[in-house]
Each structure stands twice: as C-alpha cells, then as structure tokens.
C-alpha cells in the first residue's frame, strides 16, 4: 500500500490542495443550487431559511456521531473474539495507515455486498455485511478494508459526508 509517508513532499502537498480545492467548489456550488432553488421557489425568505439551513448542516456534519449512522442500518459491534482473522487484519492496516486509534467492526445483517467507514481518524468504524463475509475470501476482505481504511485515512469521509 502506498501512503502519505511514502510520498513526495511536494506530490502530497498537491494532492491535499487539489482535495481542499474539490471540497470549496462541492461546498461552493452546492450551496449556489440550494440558493438558486430557494430563491426561485421561496424568494428572499426561502434565500434566508436555505442559509440557515447550509449553516446547520455545515456545523452538524462533524458532529454526527458513527454510532447514529450505524444505528440506521442495525450494525451490531463486533466482539474481539469474533472473526479474529478479520480483526487483525484492521489492526495491521491501521497501524500501516498511520491512524490515531483502530477502527471498530460493525456486522450489518444484510446480503448485498457491502463495507462502509464512517467517523473521523480517532473514532472511525467500519461496517461490513454478512452478504460480504459470504462471498469473499480473507485476501478480497483486506483489499475492502484497506480501501476503507484509505478513506479514513485521507480524510474522504467529511466530503462524503457533505456530498
């Protein structure tokens, strides 16, 4: 796995303004949209209520605790004794991905093939389906993981989250 660590100074430095710049226009025109919609449907108090409501979302996006998101799709924590392989499997990646604290494993009971990352790099989880468990091996498992804990990694959950 390629990270930050591994990187040219000067190649990550680009690649952290080009994300920053990414996030200003998905914020930028985001809010010209809801702008242009309430302005068009409501006039200026539809303009005030669409900012109050940007405002809100904005200051709430940074808040909303991982259990909250996890809750909405009945995860259920995984136990340390549960799927060790698996377990180790986050640890080690964790550890080379440089993050703060391990992310916790969640089992969503559904079929579809599904893995999530939710929170921030001190208190993320990731969330797997049983419909994964089933259907993929150990080495196809760490390559989900790892993808999920790149974004934990770099940060992707706050854009997708404002996206």
């Known amino acids: ?26 914020i930028a025109g985001s809010g010209l949209l809801a702008a242009a919609i309430a302005w068009t449907v409501y006039g200026p108090d539809g303009l005030i209520w669409a900012a109050i409501a940007g405002a809100i979302g904005l200051w709430s996006l940074g808040r909303i605790s991982p259990k909250m998101v996890l809750g909405l799709y009945k995860a259920r924590p995984l136990a340390a004794d549960e799927l060790p392989e698996l377990q180790g499997l986050v640890v080690d990646l964790a550890r080379r991905a440089e993050l703060p604290a391990v992310p916790r494993l969640y089992f969503v009971a559904s079929k579809m093939l599904n893995a999530f ?45 404002l996206a």
């Open 1 to 26: 796995m390629l990270f930050r660590s591994n990187l040219n100074p000067d190649v990550a430095l680009r690649h952290d303004l080009r994300n920053l710049v990414h996030t200003a226009i998905l």
């Open 117 to 161: 990352a939710v929170g921030g790099r001190a208190d993320a989880a990731i969330a797997i389906t049983d419909g994964l468990l089933r259907n993929m091996n150990l080495r196809q498992l760490a390559g989900i993981l790892g993808h999920e804990i790149s974004h934990i990694r770099n940060g992707d959950l706050r854009v997708m989250g």
